[in-house]
């Protein structure tokens, strides 16, 4: 399996691994996880930076890495950005291609994704929406057996938590 550097990991997704002791959609949906015992072990996989050419044909790299995820079965992946090549002035359509280049990728994977912004997916009011519209919110938690996974938007106010996402790290940190 592959994963991000650490610089990457801290700047795009905080995980909370409090583990235990022991060890091309249209529109957004959440990814669903098969639910596990609190104490039942499990692996994943962290992924980022796979963003393709500006046609939205994703590196072939890219493609073997998902085969090899598949062949791992890890219980989830994250993603940490950077899914597109998006820059700031590129028109609509042509972000809607890479988009769907990425979707048509990733829908390859077995497993349940889930995906926080890097600066190339999410630069100006046309990215944002178009992350909401394929992607869902751009921060947001998730447990799964004992861990709780916290992914924080580090994109929107250019590598900084804006107020309402510090409060709601706060509480996510607070209900851990």
């Known amino acids: 399996m592959v994963s991000a550097s650490r ?4 700047a795009r997704v905080l995980i909370t691994a409090a583990l235990c002791a022991l060890g091309a959609r249209e529109a957004w949906a ?3 996880l098969n639910p596990i015992a609190w104490d039942r072990p499990f692996r994943f996989a962290v992924v980022g930076d796979n963003r393709g050419d ?4 994703q590196p072939p790299v890219f493609r073997a890495i ?3 995820m598949n062949a791992a079965a890890p219980a989830l992946v994250l993603n940490t950005g950077d899914l597109i090549n998006g820059y700031a002035g590129d028109e609509e359509p042509l972000l809607r291609r890479q988009w769907t280049g990425y ?3 990733i829908a390859r994977l077995q497993v349940p994704a889930f995906h926080v912004p890097g600066n ?5 009011a046309v990215s944002a929406r178009l992350w909401r519209e394929f992607m869902g919110p751009t921060f947001y ?9 916290i992914a924080l938007d580090t994109e929107t106010r250019e590598g900084r938590l804006d107020e309402p996402q510090r ?10």
């Not at 610089?7 to 801290?10: D, E, K, N, S």
């Not at 500006?54 to 044909?57: A, E, I, L």
């Not at 190339?120 to 100006?124: G, N, P, V, W």
């Not at 938690?141 to 996974?149: E, Y």
Request: charged share 25%; hydrophobic share 45%; aromatic share 10%.
């Open 167 to 176: 409060a709601w790290l706060a509480r996510q940190l607070a209900e851990a």
């Open 7 to 10: 610089a990457t990991l801290a």
């Open 141 to 149: 938690a998730f447990d799964h057996g004992c861990a709780r996974f």
């Open 54 to 57: 500006s046609s939205g044909t």
């Open 66 to 68: 998902i085969r090899e």
């Open 120 to 124: 190339h997916d999410l630069f100006d």
């Open 30 to 32: 959440k990814p669903r």
């Open 103 to 105: 979707l048509k990728a």
